[in-house]
């Protein structure tokens, strides 16, 4: 059977709408462990639908090295030394970067700001966390960003004129959930899972994208972000708030990474698949000659990773800092991608990636990798499945560069109409670029009430927006 992945990439916005109609404008700026972006979306409120306005992407490695004085709080997972003020410079040149490339102006044409960082999944302790944080605030603020335009307005007369007459902030206020998500109760996202953040901006980021091919994308459902590392969740289906009932950790691209890295192709300790061209997939007929070493490979290779449940009293699962007691006290479900223990088998992916492109070619190695990628989308869900988080309409979106990139998409809706989740897969499943960015374009939303009742986020699949039910939970 022949499947058709429903790919969004939304459209870009031209200068003079932008300036001209009700567009909010969100850069979203995040430092990741292979890349640091500076996303600029547009939202038009007559619509509800989120434009790209423009992108810039350097890689993390390249911030400058420390100063003598100056104190390292943390390392991305290569091992690439960070302070407070590097990361400070490089949150400010990469936003300051973007918003001309856009021809804007910060002051006057970014009306809000939203931060984050995938690098804390390889941190130890909170405050290491928490110094990054500061860190991504201290470049925002020294990029130019009025400090209001980071925090949830006080009333509506905080909020730009023009977008006042969008705003709900009179009849519900940003109560902590996310596109009618609430984040794991009881507990702060660092304790239940070191990048929760970049889980709950992954989740409503697919939410809107999914806007842009008529798919439903509500609760519940299932996200899924593969960037260096794994993030994501698992919503029920409760009303009117959906409850995050499970989290994925551990590796992501990270596997495509150790994989290249066995090749002479790129640095064997800090190179990615990025550094590769992706331009090299394989054509039908040579993949239908090559497919017997291309899945044999790819299980080889599935046998070095780990994915499961979490178990219990386990303090780091595939790198990234958990909780799995404090997990269980709240009924979340921690599920886990690893390599041998916290990458102890990495270098088993590289010896068998050098293998394949010794006796093959890179066109094969891809084909292998988005194999093997793929099979773990249907792991991890098989055993969301076993656990019994997945529901007759849970829908499941993709995001991130090891998850939407080559033949993935096609694979992935293959394996997951294995695990026989329901009869239309293409209809419930879909892969959305920059889901992060556009999760910050809804945060924004969130935190300033600027909602769009006629095309909402929040809610059930099929049901109708939700705002009638939080304003009478509100008024309790």
């Known amino acids: 059977m022949a499947y058709k992945p429903r790919i969004v990439e939304s459209p870009s916005v031209r200068l003079i709408d932008l300036k001209s109609k009700a567009y909010f404008i969100v850069a979203s700026v995040e430092v990741g462990n292979t890349t640091t972006k500076c996303i600029l979306t547009a939202t038009n409120l007559e619509d509800g639908k989120t434009r790209l306005v423009t992108k810039t992407v350097s890689m993390t490695r390249d911030v400058r090295p420390p100063k003598a004085d100056e104190e390292v709080f943390g390392r991305t997972l290569t091992g690439v030394e960070l302070t407070r003020q590097s990361v400070g410079e490089l949150v400010r040149d990469t936003l300051v970067g973007a918003v001309k490339k856009a021809n804007l102006d910060i002051k006057e044409d970014i009306h809000f700001v939203v931060r984050s960082t995938g690098v804390v999944a390889g941190f130890d302790t909170p405050d290491e966390v928490g110094e990054f944080i500061k860190a991504l605030a201290d470049g925002c603020l020294m990029a130019g960003v009025p400090p209001n335009r980071m925090t949830p307005p006080m009333a509506l007369s905080n909020i730009p004129?023009?977008?006042?007459?969008h705003s709900k902030l009179e009849q519900v206020v940003f109560d902590g959930a996310v596109a009618s998500v609430t984040p794991p109760t009881g507990a702060t996202g660092v304790e239940i899972v070191a990048n929760e953040m970049e889980g709950e901006l992954a989740t409503a980021g697919i939410k809107e994208g999914a806007k842009w091919?008529?798919?439903?994308?509500?609760?519940?459902?299932?996200?899924?972000?593969?960037?260096?590392?794994?993030?994501?969740?698992?919503?029920?289906?409760?009303?009117?708030?959906?409850?995050?009932?499970?989290?994925?950790?551990?590796?992501?691209?990270?596997?495509?990474?150790?994989?290249?890295?066995?090749?002479?192709?790129?640095?064997?300790?800090?190179?990615?698949?990025?550094?590769?061209?992706?331009?090299?997939?394989?054509?039908?007929?040579?993949?239908?000659?090559?497919?017997?070493?291309?899945?044999?490979?790819?299980?080889?290779?599935?046998?070095?990773?780990?994915?499961?449940?979490?178990?219990?009293?386990?303090?780091?699962?595939?790198?990234?800092?958990?909780?799995?007691?404090?997990?269980?006290?709240?009924?979340?479900?921690?599920?886990?991608?690893?390599?041998?223990?916290?990458?102890?088998?990495?270098?088993?992916?590289?010896?068998?990636?050098?293998?394949?492109?010794?006796?093959?070619?890179?066109?094969?190695?891809?084909?292998?990798?988005?194999?093997?990628?793929?099979?773990?989308?249907?792991?991890?869900?098989?055993?969301?499945?076993?656990?019994?988080?997945?529901?007759?309409?849970?829908?499941?979106?993709?995001?991130?560069?090891?998850?939407?990139?080559?033949?993935?998409?096609?694979?992935?809706?293959?394996?997951?109409?294995?695990?026989?989740?329901?009869?239309?897969?293409?209809?419930?499943?879909?892969?959305?670029?920059?889901?992060?960015?556009?999760?910050?374009?809804?945060?924004?939303?969130?935190?300033?009430?600027?909602?769009?009742?006629?095309?909402?986020?929040?809610?059930?699949?099929?049901?109708?927006?939700?705002?009638?039910?939080?304003?009478?939970?509100?008024?309790?």
Do not use: W
């Open 213 to 476: 091919v008529d798919v439903d994308f509500r609760n519940p459902c299932i996200s899924i972000d593969f960037g260096t590392t794994l993030d994501g969740r698992i919503i029920s289906p409760d009303l009117p708030y959906a409850k995050t009932i499970g989290n994925f950790c551990g590796y992501a691209g990270a596997i495509p990474d150790a994989i290249i890295q066995g090749t002479s192709l790129v640095d064997s300790k800090k190179g990615t698949a990025l550094d590769v061209s992706d331009n090299v997939s394989l054509g039908r007929l040579a993949h239908k000659l090559k497919e017997k070493a291309i899945k044999g490979y790819a299980e080889r290779i599935n046998e070095y990773i780990i994915i499961e449940k979490v178990p219990s009293g386990r303090k780091r699962y595939g790198s990234v800092p958990v909780n799995s007691e404090a997990a269980d006290e709240i009924g979340v479900v921690l599920i886990g991608c690893d390599v041998g223990h916290n990458g102890t088998d990495m270098e088993k992916l590289s010896e068998i990636g050098a293998e394949v492109y010794e006796k093959h070619d890179l066109k094969v190695l891809f084909a292998v990798i988005d194999e093997v990628m793929a099979r773990v989308v249907q792991r991890l869900v098989k055993v969301a499945q076993e656990e019994g988080l997945v529901f007759e309409d849970t829908a499941i979106g993709v995001t991130g560069r090891a998850g939407i990139t080559g033949d993935k998409p096609k694979l992935i809706l293959k394996y997951l109409q294995e695990l026989g989740i329901n009869n239309k897969i293409e209809e419930n499943v879909i892969f959305v670029d920059d889901g992060l960015a556009r999760g910050a374009a809804v945060m924004a939303r969130c935190m300033n009430s600027l909602g769009t009742t006629f095309n909402p986020l929040g809610g059930h699949r099929g049901g109708k927006c939700i705002l009638g039910q939080r304003m009478k939970l509100q008024n309790k």
């Open 161 to 165: 004129e023009k977008f006042r007459k």
